[in-house]
């Protein structure tokens, strides 16, 4: 069932990482009544705090958040299993009067609710599997841009287990992914009301965002016991490298395959990669609100809820 009542709103904070998507959320959401539902793909594993950016308890300031620690990280956590959840958890935030807010940076998960796409319950594959994981990220990436040329420009093309998923879909389904259709009651197609708010920082601004917080996770080893500890609790190293950014090259330096200079330069390097690809999948999206503040988005939120 979708909300009832007159509650059909829908607030989606997203943007590139490090923008500041996280403060910017709790504080609209205590000013307006909220609760956020997170859209990260890896904040949805529990034990991966540090290096995903998942807020603590105190920065939540009170606020209720969902969709944290909600996937065993030696499994692998679909988007149409994210979806589900979503949907699930947003109509309960409707119901109670609430305003949900959309929040991240993972522009398949957000596009999966504001959209409604339907998203292909498909099966692993594992003798496709096998073959493809024989070749290489160059290959992959290739043959995903040949297949499936929208879901290239976005996907994370240093990630082999996305890459080898994108391509099972689309080869097991003989369809892109995703299909831009609406699914059976969801999203817009039942008449939601959505707004969406980007957050964009001028470029050296964003990197060094990035940086100041590389700096923050590696102070004491944080983000390096974390992902010892992962492993300790039986998450393999191929599986944390194929998390991919502060995952894959943390992992890598306690391996001792590269040194925790190289370690530091390339997660500030593939950091500002994956921002780019980011904004390049959000600026597709023409009826995403851009600002840089507070204020602004405060002013667009204010204008939306008192909209009927």
Known sequence: MVASGKNNKLIVILGPTSSGKTGLSIKLAKKFNGEVVSADSRQVYKGMDIGSGKVTKKEMAGIPHHLLDVANPRKRFSVAQYQ??????????????????????????????????????????????????????????????????ERAKAIDNQNPRRLVRALEIVLKTG???PSKQFSAGDGPAKGWDILQIGVE???????????????????????????????????????????????????????????????????????EHYAKR????????????????????QKWCQKFLLTK
């Open 84 to 149: 589900k959840l979503a949907l699930k958890t947003i109509r309960n935030i409707q119901k109670k009067d609430r305003i949900p807010f959309l929040v991240g940076g993972t522009g398949f998960y957000i596009q999966s609710i504001v959209d409604g796409i339907i998203i292909p319950e498909v099966k692993p594959d594992w003798n496709l599997r096998k073959k493809l994981e024989k070749l290489t990220l160059e290959q992959l990436f290739d043959k995903l841009k040949k297949l499936d040329p």
């Open 278 to 297: 980011q904004m390049t999948w959000f600026k597709r999206d023409n009826r995403i609100l851009w600002v840089q503040n507070y204020s602004e988005s």
């Open 175 to 177: 369809k892109p992914v």
């Open 201 to 271: 920082k001028p470029r050296n601004e964003l990197k060094n965002l990035i940086h100041k917080r590389l700096i923050k996770r590696l102070k004491n080893n944080a983000m390096i016991n974390e992902v010892k500890k992962l492993h300790k609790s039986g998450v393999s190293w191929k599986r944390l490298e194929e998390f991919g950014l502060e995952y894959r090259f943390v992992a890598q330096y306690i391996q001792n395959k590269i040194s925790y200079q190289k370690m530091s330069d390339n997660i500030q390097i593939e950091s």
